[in-house]
C-alpha cells in the first residue's frame, strides 16, 4: 500500500466519537504501530484535527469531512465487482441501478483509477434468472421495503402445493437461487422459500408492523442455535 493511502486509511478508521489505539490501525493496515504512530504525528502537522497520544487511542475533531470518493485500487475493484453481480444475478430495475451507480462513481474518481472499469481479469458469468423470478425478485424487494404482506401459491419440493400469505424479511441469494425468509400466516412461524417455486405471486398492499419475535433478527437468532 503507497503512504499516502494509509495516510487517507488512518484518517478513515478515526472517528470524533471514539478512540482508535494504535494497535488497532496497525492491524487493519498490517504495519507496526511505530509506523502509526509517525502517521500520526505526520497527519497532525498537516492540519488533519487528531486529537489523543499513543496508548491513549485518537480521535477526530467533530467537523472534519473527508473529500468524497477516495477509493483505493482494491476498494474500487471490490465496488466494481459487487455491481456485476448485482447486474447478472438480480432484476432489471436492480441491475439498472448498479449500472448507473458505477457511471457515476467512474465520472468522479481521480483519472488514475479509471482503467479499472475496463480490466477484464475478474467476471460475472450472466445467469439469467428463469421464467417470472426477475419479476418476483422486484415485488418481493419492494414489499420488504414497504413492509406490506405477500400472497403466493407454492410449490414444495415434494410438489404439495398451499395458497400462502408471508410477511417477507429478507432475502437470501445461494447461488442461481434466491430464498425469501418471511413470517408464514399459514404456519404461523418462520419459512424459506424459493423464489421459483413461488406462483402468481400478489402484494396485497396490506402493512404488517415489525414484532417481537418475528423480526428478521429473530429468524436469523434461531439459525445461529441450531
Given at each position: 500500500?503507497?503512504?499516502?493511502?494509509?495516510?487517507?486509511?488512518?484518517?478513515?478508521?478515526?472517528?470524533?466519537?471514539?478512540?482508535?489505539?494504535?494497535?488497532?490501525?496497525?492491524?487493519?493496515?498490517?504495519?507496526?504501530?511505530?509506523?502509526?504512530?509517525?502517521?500520526?504525528?505526520?497527519?497532525?502537522?498537516?492540519?488533519?484535527?487528531?486529537?489523543?497520544?499513543?496508548?491513549?487511542?485518537?480521535?477526530?475533531?467533530?467537523?472534519?469531512?473527508?473529500?468524497?470518493?477516495?477509493?483505493?485500487?482494491?476498494?474500487?475493484?471490490?465496488?466494481?465487482?459487487?455491481?456485476?453481480?448485482?447486474?447478472?444475478?438480480?432484476?432489471?430495475?436492480?441491475?439498472?441501478?448498479?449500472?448507473?451507480?458505477?457511471?457515476?462513481?467512474?465520472?468522479?474518481?481521480?483519472?488514475?483509477?479509471?482503467?479499472?472499469?475496463?480490466?477484464?481479469?475478474?467476471?460475472?458469468?450472466?445467469?439469467?434468472?428463469?421464467?417470472?423470478?426477475?419479476?418476483?425478485?422486484?415485488?418481493?424487494?419492494?414489499a420488504i421495503r414497504k413492509q406490506i404482506k405477500l400472497k403466493m401459491d407454492y410449490t414444495r419440493e415434494d410438489g404439495q402445493q398451499s395458497r400462502r400469505v408471508i410477511q417477507p424479511l429478507g432475502l437470501f441469494y445461494w447461488g442461481k437461487v434466491w430464498t425469501v425468509v418471511g413470517w408464514?400466516?399459514?404456519?404461523?412461524?418462520?419459512?424459506?422459500?424459493?423464489?421459483?417455486?413461488?406462483?402468481?405471486?400478489?402484494?396485497?398492499?396490506?402493512?404488517?408492523?415489525?414484532?417481537?419475535?418475528?423480526?428478521?433478527?429473530?429468524?436469523?437468532?434461531?439459525?445461529?442455535?441450531?
Open positions: 500500500m503507497r503512504r499516502a493511502d494509509r495516510l487517507f486509511q488512518i484518517v478513515q478508521q478515526l472517528h470524533p466519537s471514539r478512540a482508535v489505539t494504535a494497535r488497532q490501525l496497525a492491524d487493519t493496515l498490517d504495519v507496526s504501530e511505530r509506523t502509526i504512530y509517525r502517521d500520526i504525528q505526520d497527519l497532525s502537522l498537516s492540519g488533519v484535527p487528531v486529537s489523543g497520544e499513543a496508548g491513549q487511542g485518537y480521535r477526530l475533531l467533530p467537523g472534519f469531512r473527508l473529500p468524497p470518493l477516495m477509493f483505493t485500487e482494491e476498494e474500487l475493484e471490490a465496488i466494481i465487482l459487487g455491481a456485476r453481480m448485482v447486474r447478472a444475478w438480480t432484476d432489471k430495475d436492480l441491475a439498472r441501478s448498479a449500472h448507473q451507480a458505477l457511471q457515476k462513481i467512474e465520472h468522479v474518481v481521480p483519472e488514475r483509477l479509471r482503467p479499472e472499469f475496463d480490466k477484464q481479469e475478474i467476471q460475472v458469468p450472466d445467469f439469467p434468472m428463469e421464467g417470472m423470478a426477475g419479476e418476483q425478485l422486484r415485488q418481493v424487494r419492494q408464514c400466516e399459514l404456519r404461523d412461524a418462520f419459512r424459506n422459500f424459493r423464489l421459483d417455486r413461488m406462483q402468481n405471486l400478489q402484494p396485497t398492499n396490506i402493512p404488517f408492523k415489525s414484532q417481537q419475535g418475528r423480526t428478521l433478527q429473530d429468524d436469523l437468532s434461531i439459525v445461529c442455535e441450531l
